[in-house]
């Protein structure tokens, strides 16, 4: 992490001070989990409060006592009204059967099995996943499988926090975002944990769009 915040100093020297205020970057993957149950809980966190999608979850996983999370054939067995039963909507439903049968015949890989493949790979097999998306996969890629070089320039609070970095008027299209952040290679998934941390930082500096 020293050579990450080494390096991203010299690339932009605006995070210079980021770092200095912030410290060191404390950013780790929950390494155990596998993809296809971080992908479930991704599924249950969205368009919801955090609160409502844990205690689906907890309705959910307590339908399956052996004390593991349930394995995809499990899932499919499980009657349609039980999950609805759980607070499941039948659109999340749906994607999480798809995600099942991607997980069965091995698209969706396994923890060991991702080790081996690249992150543009990774995210052109998970997005094929119904209700899953580039970001979705993003995040999967740096929280969970622990992916150094990952920039999520969709994502809001990055976005937010260079233009806090940078003093801009506005947000940087995403296109754009990613052509600054090349130079931040490889080491972008640290600049994105230090441009939450900005973004967390400057809330409550009002906002102005140009």
């Not at 349609?80 to 015949?105: N, P």
């Amino acid at each position: 992490m020293i050579l990450a915040r080494r390096h991203l100093g010299t690339a932009e020297p605006a995070f210079g001070p980021l770092i200095k205020r912030i410290g060191p970057c404390r950013l780790k993957p929950e390494r155990a989990r596998e993809p296809f149950e971080a992908l479930l809980r991704a599924i249950a966190h969205q368009q919801l409060h955090a609160r409502a999608a844990e205690a689906i979850l907890g309705r959910f996983l307590a339908l399956y006592p052996e004390g593991c999370f349930p394995e995809p054939k499990q899932i499919l067995l499980t009657d349609v009204m039980t999950l609805k039963g759980c607070g499941w909507s039948e659109s999340k439903i749906a994607a999480i059967h798809d995600l099942c049968r991607k997980a069965i015949d091995g698209t969706v890989p396994t923890r060991r099995a991702a080790a081996r493949l690249e992150d543009a790979v990774l995210i052109e097999r998970l997005t094929t996943v119904r209700g899953i998306g580039r970001w979705t996969v993003e995040m999967l890629l740096i929280f969970n499988l622990g992916r150094p070089d990952v920039l999520p320039v969709d994502d809001f609070g990055v976005q937010e926090g260079y233009r806090i970095l940078a003093g801009l008027d506005a947000r940087p299209k995403p296109k754009v975002l990613a052509e600054i952040g090349a130079c931040w290679a490889p080491y972008r998934s640290t600049a994105a944990w230090y441009l939450w941390r900005a973004a967390d930082e400057g809330k409550k500096i009002p906002y102005k769009a140009s």
